[in-house]
């Protein structure tokens, strides 16, 4: 019996090694990476201690791998290959190893699992998150050397205590994209005022055009506008709104600019394709270039879709109007570089923020190729963008304002995400418009973006 | 084929079916139906196949003006497909094949005992069909960094055990009450071991079992979306359907490529599994139909 | 001295049994039953899933879930799907399994047909109805003339429905062969004697095929029971949980919870709650069914 149990033993163990052999194909260098990222866990603490590595970007004289966690939108995957080409140019020590996930619904899950056992050395978000992961104390301040060459504005708001934590590397506009086109046919102005652009719908509706072009069925596409219209109703009046209402100082029952933030949604969805909420973001971008609607409501990332479905669609952007008639076109931080607190490479990190904030080449080929705008300073892009004139114009004249101003104080995951789905239940009909009040107003504890 | 008309053989001698207009009107009624339920698969196709202006410009019944292979190029690429087609193949093999041996046994075991540990073992192993491990990830994620899963093939495989497990205890306990112990205890005065007994007798009157429980325990781990993106995030350890879904994250402005991409996806299975139809199908019936 | 011995053999083998079963226990234990305790244990702090501290609450976040209607919502949805999909699926797979069993001609090729959607992934399966809707059956109304709603993912009232076909198409050709297979396996005599004894059609089905069918029906049952239950993937690419949250699922609503929402602890006890109400479902289920096929 004993030699039986003996020999299953052995067979045993003789599977177990055949199948640790058949993974092991594969798994040196996986195996490697596990064993970098525990050893950077575990010496989380002695090297905080150290005394952090002069930001010389001294080309390191072994071969180093980084970790990177990249939460991009879908107009950003693909830039990892550029980063990597130029940085092998440069530094060809030094290898990245990424891991792309998509920001929307994977990015923060990443993330919570990395705080659990010790985070990448690079992490790429966007200019929101820098204030979530700065209060946890996991990120670096970022060198002066590099974020000098960052322009002024796109500093701010990822600066906490004095320390800036985040290279942000370009942007996005948001606000009203309208055809051209169809404007200048109809003899429409730019409207500043509710009035102006209720006229234009008005003479929409008499034309038969649909005035908006939507998706709601994107919940986020939701969330976004009502930050839009919060940022020029809302937080240019009082520009620490979300603090008062952590406070308990304003809430959404009571504030009238907060409300008519909301109600701005239902002016787009009575003005709409009757089935946006079918309607998904491509398809809706189809049919403004088609000129089955003369606005829509978005940010950059419609650009790509718009070029791609016709590149000669002509269009232009201005801010929604807000009751004051001085809104200010959004401008959106996004790709933001964010480095680990934890890291046991400074030196290869600020090689990589080297090559990021340096070479021009790489910068013109980022840009054009998630066609965003520049946040470094001197660079240029070269793809066509129609609103650009537009853009030009606000940001000449000072009417330019960072949506990170309300995002770092109301949070997007968790309550703008989650009062988008209110709003969507009311637009519906399936909630009464105090009700989706009331619900925002009870989310108050998860509005804060910082965790402390 | 075999199988079927084993099975048909004694009713076809004693009046095989007719051809009656009830059964002319059930094909008429099966044969819309099915055309029902192919229309999405052809829309896959037909979209796979447009250019991005004719996906918008024209119906979305109208065929392609030419067979456009830019879509499964793109979609090759964006896969990467040799990689990942290798990973969801060895990942699902794998962890099939164990959960296939694993079952057996453990089922046997619970079958053949009476005792206490046994029968709370059964209860304990059915409680894991139903526990939701899609809620449970964060604390799937820190148990597998502490076990130096993660990352790692037989990482990954090791959860599909974990989380296949309950399933296959559960199919193979059922089928157990069909499996003769006559033969069972024979060996057993024989003075064969448990073990010898479970090789040498049970484990071959268990392949039927068996191969159903492969069979469906392939579909979930090779459709497997959430485990995969939890455990394994490096490039060179990724699936197919955790690289699948980035292409259709909500600001995809190119789904004719997800589409072909689609189509690249699930052809290797289709074919798989419609060229063992035979076996899928004797599997199925063992797992269906007691005694 | 005989007895002793056997009883020393039995315990030999019984030890060699649970060394058998021993593996198994431990691979689960670690990969599932642990994370459920942590869960547990997570469920009694306020942790937001991020921070170092797991503040103990007690059984407060449960106490919180019976007041949250959005959580209540959600399991409204899940009961409805749950329940939709039970009848519907278990009717149409067996009536589309008896219409292939009647005889038909080309019994392979439909049986392909049907199957083929199962092969496919739920999220994608998601985003392909995601399109038919929206894209799609649409233009049928323009050949046709009609004016029948199709987008049916863009309505609070239709979206239900609309999930319901999409998972349906899905996984009807699945349970169909389970189905199909238990009819194949029905001994035509039983058939025979019944019609000799005059019994008619609908008879014979109810009081043969039916009852022969018990153990398909205890698989199918429970399989689309708590498999519906679980909903999320199908969810993901296609309604997200909207319009509003007229589609978000207790799974859903518990990863937005725990996740985006940054209340771990809370979204926990959501976990821990479906737990228990799956586990009770298919208690019963398992036990009045298995009860049933004893009598036959």
């Not at chain 1, 340096?358 to 190729?369: C, H, R």
């Not at chain 1, 309550?415 to 989310?443: H, K, P, V």
């Not at chain 3, 894209?135 to 050949?143: A, Q």
């Not at chain 3, 049916?152 to 996984?171: D, E, H, K, R």
Request: charged share 15%; proline share 4%; hydrophobic share 45%.
């Amino acid at each position: 019996m004993k030699k039986k149990l003996l020999s299953l033993m052995l067979g045993t163990t003789m599977a177990a090694s055949l199948l640790a052999g058949c993974g092991g194909t594969a798994a040196a260098p996986a195996a490697g990476n596990a064993a970098a990222e525990t050893s950077a866990a575990e010496a989380e603490a002695p090297a905080a201690e150290e005394p952090v590595a002069e930001a010389t970007a001294a080309a390191p004289d072994e071969a180093v791998t980084l970790t990177v966690l990249a939460g991009q939108s879908t107009t950003d995957a693909g830039i990892e290959d550029m980063i990597d080409a130029a940085l092998a140019e440069k530094y060809p020590n030094i290898t990245l190893e990424w891991e792309c996930v998509g920001w929307d619904g994977e990015f923060h899950p990443k993330m919570q699992q990395y705080l659990q056992t010790g985070v990448p050395d690079i992490i790429i978000g966007k200019g929101q998150d820098v204030a979530t992961y700065s209060s946890l104390g996991i990120l670096n301040e970022i060198d002066s050397t590099y974020t000098d060459r960052v322009l002024d504005a796109a500093n701010e708001n990822v600066t906490f205590d004095g320390k800036i934590y985040g290279l942000v590397y370009n942007a996005l506009y948001q606000g009203v994209y309208y055809n051209r086109e169809m404007f200048k046919e109809n003899g429409w102005d730019i409207p500043k005022t509710q009035e102006d652009l209720q006229a234009i719908i008005d003479d929409c509706n008499a034309k038969g055009i649909t005035p908006f072009a939507s998706h709601m069925v994107d919940t986020w596409s939701i969330g976004n506008v009502t930050m839009q219209f919060m940022m020029n109703d809302v937080f240019n009046k009082n520009p620490k709104w979300g603090d008062d209402f952590r406070a308990g100082k304003v809430s959404f029952s009571e504030d009238a600019d907060a409300q008519t933030c909301y109600q701005y949604n239902k002016l787009i969805y009575d003005n709409t394709f009757p089935e946006t909420f079918s309607l998904e973001q491509t398809d809706c971008d189809a049919k403004m270039v088609l000129g089955e609607a003369a606005m829509k409501v978005s940010g950059s990332w419609s650009i790509q879709n718009f070029l791609d479905i016709d590149e000669n669609f002509d269009f232009g952007i201005f801010p929604f109007p807000n009751q004051t008639g001085d809104s200010k076109l959004i401008f959106e931080p996004n790709i933001a570089i964010m480095t680990s607190s934890s890291t046991e490479h400074q030196d290869a990190i600020n090689c990589v923020l080297d090559v990021l904030t340096s070479d021009q080449d790489l910068a013109v080929e980022i840009y054009d190729y998630t066609k965003t705008a520049p946040m470094l300073k001197g660079v240029t892009p070269t793809y066509p963008n129609p609103s650009q004139q537009d853009i030009d114009k606000y940001a000449a004249d000072g009417m330019v304002v960072d949506v990170n101003l309300g995002n770092n104080q109301l949070v997007w995951g968790g309550f703008q995400d989650e009062n988008a789905a209110d709003i969507a239940a009311w637009l519906q009909g399936d909630e009464t418009f105090e009700d989706c009040l009331a619900a925002s107003d009870a989310r108050v504890d998860a509005s804060s973006s910082s965790t402390n | 084929m075999k199988f079927k008309t084993k099975v048909k053989k004694p009713e076809e001698q004693i009046t095989p079916k007719k051809y009656t207009g009830g059964t002319l009107a059930t094909q008429i009624v099966m044969t819309v139906l099915a055309i029902l339920f192919l229309l999405p698969i052809f829309m896959v196709f037909n979209y796979s196949f447009k250019t991005k202006k004719e996906l918008y410009l024209t119906s979305a019944l109208t065929l392609p003006s030419s067979l456009q292979f830019e879509n499964y190029k793109k979609a090759f690429v964006k896969l990467d497909l040799s990689t990942t087609f290798t990973n969801t193949f060895v990942y699902t093999a794998l962890s099939v094949l164990i959960l296939a041996f694993l079952c057996g046994m453990t089922a046997w075991a619970i079958a053949r005992c009476k005792g206490k540990f046994f029968k709370f073992s059964y209860i304990y192993f059915l409680v894991g069909i139903l526990i939701p491990y899609q809620a449970l990830f964060l604390p799937i994620y820190i148990i597998g960094y502490r076990l130096h899963l993660t990352n790692t093939r037989y990482g990954i495989i090791f959860m599909y055990v974990a989380t296949g497990i309950s399933f296959g205890v559960f199919l193979m306990t059922s089928f157990m009450s069909t499996v003769p112990t006559e033969l069972e205890e024979a060996a057993r005065i024989d003075g064969c071991s448990v073990f010898k007994t479970y090789f040498r007798v049970v484990l071959p009157l268990l392949k039927p079992a068996m191969a159903t429980l492969i069979i469906m325990q392939s579909f979930q781990i090779w459709n497997d979306y959430l485990l995969a993106s939890l455990y394994v995030s490096k490039k060179n350890l990724k699936t197919l359907t955790v690289v699948i879904q980035s292409l259709f994250s909500s600001q995809t402005s190119d789904y004719t490529t997800a589409m072909a991409a689609i189509v690249i996806s699930v052809l290797p299975i289709a074919v798989l599994f419609l060229s063992l139809q035979k076996y899928f199908i004797k599997g199925m019936t063992v797992g269906a139909v007691k005694g | 001295m005989n007895r002793k011995r056997k009883s020393g053999m039995e315990r030999k083998m019984e030890r060699q049994y649970f060394l058998i079963v021993l593996p198994g226990f431990v691979i689960f234990t670690i990969g599932l039953i642990i994370p459920t305790i942590l869960a547990f244990r997570y469920s009694l702090t306020s942790w937001d899933g991020l921070s170092a501290e797991k503040p103990f609450v007690g059984f407060q976040n449960y106490v919180n879930l019976l007041h949250d209607s959005n959580f209540l919502q959600a399991w409204g949805f899940t009961i409805l799907f749950t329940i939709g999909n039970t009848v519907i699926q278990n009717v149409c797979a067996l009536l589309f399994a008896v219409a292939l069993d009647s005889g038909i001609r080309l019994q392979k090729v439909y049986r392909t047909i049907f199957f083929i959607p199962c092969l496919i992934s739920s999220v994608i399966v998601g985003f392909i109805w995601l399109k038919m809707y929206s894209n799609v059956l649409p233009e049928f109304n323009e050949i046709f003339g009609t004016n029948i709603n199709f987008l049916l993912f863009g309505s609070s009232s239709t979206v239900l429905p609309g999930l319901l076909i999409a998972n349906n198409w899905q996984w009807i050709g699945y349970w169909m062969l389970i189905y199909l297979a238990g009819l194949q396996s029905i001994p035509a005599e039983l058939y025979e004697a019944a019609k000799v004894d005059g019994a008619g059609a609908f008879s014979r089905f109810k009081n043969i095929t039916l009852p022969m069918l018990a153990p398909s029906i205890t698989i199918c049952v429970v399989g689309i029971t708590t498999g519906s239950l679980k909903v999320y993937d199908l969810l993901v690419s296609s309604t997200g949980g909207g319009p509003g949250r007229a589609s978000t699922s207790v799974i859903l609503h518990t990863y937005n919870t725990a996740i985006s929402g940054r209340q771990y602890g809370y979204g926990s006890a959501m976990s821990v709650s479906l737990v228990i109400v799956l586990l009770l479902v298919a208690l019963i289920q398992v036990k009045s069914l298995r009860s049933r096929e004893v009598q036959q």
